[in-house]
């Protein structure tokens, strides 16, 4: 049989497709990130007290860790593209109820709903960007996941920025008399739409081709997508039907080892990598930095352009791990970002821990204490993003064999989520109790044992094909 030669298609090809694919992740940190100015506006509306506020600001990460463990099994049985189809759909409703809700229950219940497409798209997105891209730009192009999602952080701090100064108030009346935290959620929509078109023209994995038997379309789709390291199309089909070649219908019984009849270790490394991703602290910036600035003394104004700092410098951060990912390697990396987020955190627990307080109990800094803590902030968003931030995602999604691959990633993601949810509805009590200086020095220590787990933990996965890894 003639072997399909490769066609030295443009990069620019796989980029496209990875981005479309990672517009999941912009609507992953936009719907993360557009609770965050809300909150008071939300309070005021509801009638809640801190602990329904808190409750209602986490209540997508529910949705989050079931759309997480979910979506591995439905890309499996539906294939990559219609699972990110129906994501996009569930991005858009909840988008319009979240916006419209009347009261705090239906709030909830749509935050929710949008929690299960946010979990979705936290695995779908690094699936198929993994499985479509060359080995030697996997980890930059799966690095596109992560800009996306800080990308989606930002763009919401300027859209609820833009339409709280526009409305003088996310409590204020914006347009057509609805208050304006209404419009921060509805603005979802817009890209959510962005999102169901661009996935109606991109190709389905080639790597689900091979397993459903469509040999003739996934040998086509790499063809055109290239391995820019020579050989065929057919090569690349035989290696992926070897790698399959003893497979079945993915099922959690996978993650089993035959032989010791334990869980697989690779899993215990994915679900390690997701749980300290989180219990570093990074999304208590991203969800009530608002609430955090304000609680230092700032006014809401000047607490939501800090907002926008700290998403600019995050977006510029995961630039430059997506520079360096593919030369430097992922464990180094993390290893780089473990030893930041200690230092800067630690700073940050000691300023707070001797900061004094007002008769409301929020702290008080000195003008000098509350630039450093600021720079000190900067400082830890900038050590997680060109770290933890993007390799994580891109580990998840490369690390586990084709065979437990789906299995693997529901329940590393499902796991990265309730680590979240566990973060964001501590923080509030946390706060009032024991002080942000007692939180920090919580954080700065899960982030050094995170550095002893990568070090002995994880491997290098660097330039390795899915199949050889």
């Known amino acids: 049989m003639n072997s399909t030669p490769i066609h030295r298609a443009s990069p620019l090809h796989v980029l496209l497709l990875a981005s479309v694919a990672a517009i999941g992740g912009f609507l992953f940190g936009f719907d993360s990130g557009v609770i965050n100015g809300t909150v008071a506006a939300l309070k005021g509306s509801f009638g809640t007290d801190a602990d329904g506020t808190g409750f209602a600001v986490g209540s997508a990460l529910l949705g989050c860790a079931v759309g997480a463990f979910g979506a591995g099994a439905l890309a499996e049985r539906l294939g990559r593209r219609p699972a990110m189809l129906l994501t996009a759909i569930v991005f858009i409703i909840s988008a319009i109820a979240t916006g419209a809700a009347p009261d705090v229950s ?11 497409a946010i979990g979705a798209a936290s695995i779908l997105a690094p699936m198929y960007i993994s499985e479509v891209a060359p080995a030697n730009l996997r980890g930059r192009l799966s690095s596109l996941q992560q800009l996306a999602i800080v990308l989606g952080l930002f763009f919401a701090f300027l859209s609820n920025y ?3 100064a526009a409305a003088d108030g996310a409590s204020k009346a914006f347009w057509f008399g609805a208050p304006a935290w209404r419009w921060m959620f509805w603005m979802e929509a817009v890209p959510s739409a ?12 080639p790597r689900f081709l091979v397993a459903r038997g469509k040999i003739e379309q996934a040998r086509a789709v790499f063809a055109r997508i290239g391995n820019w390291g020579g050989g065929s199309a057919d090569e690349l089909v035989r290696e992926v039907r070897e790698s399959l070649k003893a497979d079945h219908k993915p099922r959690l019984s996978d993650l089993i080892d035959r032989s010791s009849g334990h869980i697989a270790p690779v899993l215990w490394v994915g679900v390690g990598l997701a749980i300290f991703q989180q219990f570093v602290g990074i999304n208590v910036i991203f969800y009530y930095g608002e609430v955090l600035w304000k609680a230092a003394g700032l006014t809401s104004d000047e607490a939501l352009q800090r907002n926008l700092i700290s998403g600019g410098v995050n977006i510029l ?3 430059i791990a997506i ?11 993390l290893l780089f970002g473990s030893v930041g987020m200690v230092i800067t955190l630690g700073v940050m627990a000691f300023i707070f821990a001797r900061a004094g307080v007002d008769d409301k109990g929020n702290p008080v800094l000195s ?3 509350g630039l450093v ?12 993003g060109t770290s933890w931030g993007p390799v994580m995602w891109v580990l998840l999604g490369e690390m586990f064999p084709n065979r437990l691959r789906g299995a693997a990633l529901a329940v590393s993601g499902a ?4 680590a979240n949810f566990a973060v964001t509805l501590t923080f509030p009590p946390l706060l009032a109790g024991a002080g942000l200086g007692s939180a920090y020095g919580l954080y700065a220590g899960a982030a050094l044992i995170s550095g002893v787990f990568v070090f002995f933990a994880v491997q290098e996965t660097k330039g390795k094909t899915l199949e050889q890894m």
Do not use: Q
């Open 106 to 116: 239906l709030f909830v219940a749509a935050r929710v709903l949008g929690g299960l």
């Open 162 to 164: 833009l339409i709280a």
């Open 194 to 205: 962005v999102f169901l078109i661009g996935v109606l023209f991109i190709p389905e994995s």
């Open 317 to 319: 951060s995961t630039f």
């Open 323 to 333: 520079a360096l990912i593919d030369k430097v390697g992922r464990k180094p990396l």
């Open 367 to 369: 003008k000098e204490a």
């Open 373 to 384: 803590a600021f720079i000190a902030a900067l400082l830890y968003i900038v050590s997680f």
């Open 415 to 418: 796991a990265n989520w309730i």
